[in-house]
């Protein structure tokens, strides 16, 4: 075993553990308090999971929609939450958000971190169908959670 890549492999997990702290706009459903980033990836890939037979592409790579699902919003530790709607400069908040992206994601061995680091670039490009599926999961949760 190399204890080197394990010891980095923990720290990761360790670090993303902060996604629980980050608090987003949407309140859940029985309006007792703010969502955090945490909860809102586990219901995202579930509601992902129970209405995949609606995406456009009926032959969705679901593992990497849930890798890209796990990984989108690893980014807010560092560059905080912004608002679906907010009045932002978004290339502003993309810069903000690969500076965060490759700090934590480098905290993993070289070749775990590439890997990841292209799942997240792909889930920001939407240039696939599994990016697009994602990314309108994302769109679409919190718009639930407001019916």
Do not use: C
């Amino acid at each position: 075993m190399d204890i080197q890549r394990f010891n980095r492999q923990i720290e990761f997990i360790a670090e993303i553990d902060k996604v629980k702290q980050i608090l987003r706009n949407t309140i859940l459903m029985d309006a007792s308090r703010r969502e955090n980033d945490a909860e809102h990836t586990w219901h995202m890939a579930m509601g992902a999971m129970i209405l995949s037979e609606y995406a456009n592409e009926k032959s969705l790579d679901m593992l990497k929609v849930f890798e890209m699902i796990l990984l989108h919003d690893i980014v807010e530790i560092d560059a905080g939450d912004t608002f679906a709607y907010a009045n932002v400069n978004l290339q502003e908040k993309a810069e903000k958000e690969k500076r965060a992206a490759e700090r934590i994601f480098g905290l993993l061995p070289a070749d775990l971190a590439d890997k990841l680091i292209k799942t997240w670039d792909e889930y920001e490009a939407a240039d696939t169908p599994e990016a697009q599926f994602a990314q309108a999961m994302d769109s679409f949760m919190p718009i639930l959670h407001n019916l």
